[in-house]
Each structure stands twice: as C-alpha cells, then as structure tokens.
C-alpha cells in the first residue's frame, strides 16, 4: 500500500495564480484533511471529508476551496494564490473520526507564492 | 491561554538520558490526546495515544491529568534517532478536529 500521497511535492506560483493539490489515499478510509504548517505555528486544519461528496470548513478555510468526489482522493484548490499561502501543506486520512483514530500523513506539498 | 500549549524547546540532551515534555490543553471537553512525531521535512506520525490510566510503549512513557489539563511524554535511555519534533494533539470535543500544538524539537548527541 502506497498509504497517502500528495501531488506535487514542490510548487512555486506568481500571486494570482491558481492551482490544485491532489491527495489519494488506498487505505479506503472515510475522514481525509487538509493542513497547512507554518513556521512556529502547529497545524493548522483548512477543509475536511466525512466521507464522498462531502466536506466542511476548518479552522482556515478562507482563499481555499476542496472536492471529494471520489472516496480516495481529496483536492485542495487555491483560486486566486497570495503570498500568504506560501506553506507546507499535508494531507491526512483516517478509518474513523479523528479524535477516535490514528491520521495519516501524505509527504507534504511545499508551496511557495511570490 | 492557548488551545495546546507546549514546552518551547529545543532540547539537546546526550545518548542515553531521560527527557520529558509538557503540554497543557484548554478545552475541558476534549476526550482524545496524543502524541506525534515530526521529523525534520517530513511528516507527522503517529507516536502514542494517551490513556487517562497513562501508558507506556517500549522507552516511551505517556501520562494524562485531567484535573490539571496536562499530559507528558516520557523519554527514556534517548537514542540519536529519537531526535524529531513531538507534537501534542488533542481533539476539539468534536472527534473531526484535532489540535496540534507547535511541537518541541529534540535533539540527542552522541
């Protein structure tokens, strides 16, 4: 099993720009996240999935949207890219809630908007 | 105060000592608690959840109090491999969130 994986690994994008990140898990786990790490600040939860065809808004969701329109894979889109999301992103998935479960972490998108 | 507060850090110790890390959370509602560890341009991974009993894994050592809003990891016998950051999550109250708290970097010395 290749667990979770995220696509791309590295990014840079002019401001304005738009891009989406791909995350495919084979674990068939029903709760996938997305995060975004920042220097001298934890984890930050952007949008999560209760399962296909759903998802809501985490603790930073402005300037991001998410699809899940397929159980394994989770997209995180950025419309309209501004220096401030410049930061490592990670997806994760769990089998059950997460406050129930082990995540599991993809290798994370380093991405950097100029 | 914060939602997961942890010790600052870093820490360097040698090969062979006994760390410990504090974390304290402010949601009294929170149910589950957790340790994870990051190492340096990778991602997090599941370390030890923490049990209101406490619990121990092998040289790893995990206590919960409630009353105090405060957990530990317990570090024994350190290995250079050990060296990583250990983040504190807990969960929101709600199971879907998990708050992570900023992590403590450690580093052991030959």
């Known amino acids: 099993n290749a667990g979770v994986t995220q696509t791309p690994k590295f990014r840079v994008l002019k401001t304005g720009q738009s891009m989406t990140l791909l995350c495919a898990q084979d674990m068939n786990h029903e709760y996938m996240y997305w995060y975004r790490q920042d220097p001298g600040m934890g984890l930050r939860l952007i949008h999560y999935?209760?399962?296909?065809?759903?998802?809501a808004k985490g603790e930073v969701p402005d300037g991001y949207n998410v699809s899940r329109l397929k159980k394994q894979n989770f997209l995180l889109g950025l419309e309209s890219a501004a220096p401030s999301q410049t930061s490592v992103y990670f997806c994760?998935?769990?089998?059950?809630?997460?406050?129930?479960?082990?995540?599991?972490f993809g290798p994370g998108t380093r991405l950097t908007v100029l | 105060r914060k939602e997961v507060e942890q010790d600052p850090g870093p820490f360097n110790v040698p090969e062979g000592a006994t760390v410990a890390f504090n974390c304290t959370y402010s949601n009294s509602a929170s149910q589950s608690f957790f340790w994870y560890r990051q190492d340096c341009r990778k991602e997090p991974k599941l370390l030890m959840s923490v049990y209101s009993s406490g619990n121990e894994d092998g040289r790893f050592t995990a206590q919960l109090n409630r009353a105090s809003q405060y957990i530990s990891l317990l570090i024994r016998d350190s290995k250079l491999s050990d060296s990583a950051t250990y983040l504190c999550v807990v969960n929101r109250g709600s199971n879907y969130k998990l708050t992570f708290g900023k992590g403590t970097l450690l580093t052991v010395n030959p």
């Open positions: 994760a998935s769990s089998y059950r809630a997460s406050g129930l479960n082990e995540q599991f």
């Open positions: 999935s209760v399962g296909e065809g759903t998802t």
